[in-house]
Every structure is written in structure tokens, then in C-alpha cells.
């Protein structure tokens, strides 16, 4: 079991950069991969990247490939979304959500491909308000 908390959010300009930190916390970090989502309300929550913890691998939706970057450090309990020309439309509140991607079974260790469904996805932060405003 893993505790997320985020941090990083506010106000920035439009055409301005953010970057936010989630710190996970935990036991067997490694079998777990960290996404990060976000959501307006009255609209559904929305995939941005997601990593995996034991080798960095990442995964992006396409709507946000090149212009936010998801990245971890060396310890693997801190993952950071940087966030890059930011418009009105980024306004949202930004999740972090952890995902277990792998699984001892014996002697086998089991291991899943990288999803951004948030149904896969079984621990959340309280997330970060992000507002691009001028």
C-alpha cells in the first residue's frame, strides 16, 4: 500500500511553466507505476502520464506529449509533471494515482503494461489545484 500527497499547484500565466511533485510513500514501491490525471468540474477525469517506478519507463496521452514531462527521482518516492505553456484550458485539479503493475506470485514476478484508465489505477492524492489565469 502506497500514500500519495501533491504539492506544486497555484496560479500561473498563460504561457507560463508549473511543475508539480507527488511524494509516494510506502512499502514495494517498485511494483508500482504513478500517474498523474486531472479533472474540471463537471467533466470527467482526464489521463495526462503516467511512470513506472523501478525503471522510468512513461507513458503519455497524446494530447500532452511534448509539452508536459513526467519524471521521477533517483529514490523513486517523488514524481514530478512539469508543465510547459500552460493555457486556460490546463485549469484543473491535477491527481497523482499510483498503480500496481507488478506482482509476486512465487517465484514469478507478473508484470503489466502501463495504463492511463483510471480504473486501473487504485490509490489517489488529494490533489493539487493548477489555475492559468492572467
Known amino acids: 500500500q502506497v500514500q500519495l500527497v501533491e504539492s506544486g499547484g497555484g496560479l500561473v500565466q498563460p504561457g507560463g511553466s508549473l511543475r508539480l511533485t507527488c511524494a509516494v510513500s510506502?512499502?514495494?514501491?517498485?511494483?508500482?507505476?504513478i500517474g498523474w490525471f486531472r479533472q474540471v468540474p463537471g467533466k470527467e477525469r482526464e489521463a495526462v502520464s503516467c511512470i513506472r517506478l523501478r525503471n522510468g519507463e512513461t507513458y503519455y496521452a497524446d494530447s500532452f506529449r511534448g509539452r508536459f514531462i513526467i519524471s521521477k527521482n533517483v529514490a523513486g518516492d517523488t514524481v514530478y509533471l512539469q508543465m510547459e505553456n500552460l493555457e486556460p484550458d490546463d485549469t484543473a485539479v491535477y491527481y497523482c494515482a499510483a498503480h500496481a503493475v507488478e506482482e509476486k506470485r512465487g517465484m514469478e514476478t507478473l508484470v503489466s503494461g502501463l495504463s492511463l484508465r483510471p480504473y486501473h489505477y487504485e490509490t489517489w492524492g488529494q490533489g493539487t489545484q493548477v489555475t492559468v489565469s492572467s
Open positions: 510506502g512499502s514495494g514501491l517498485n511494483y508500482y507505476a
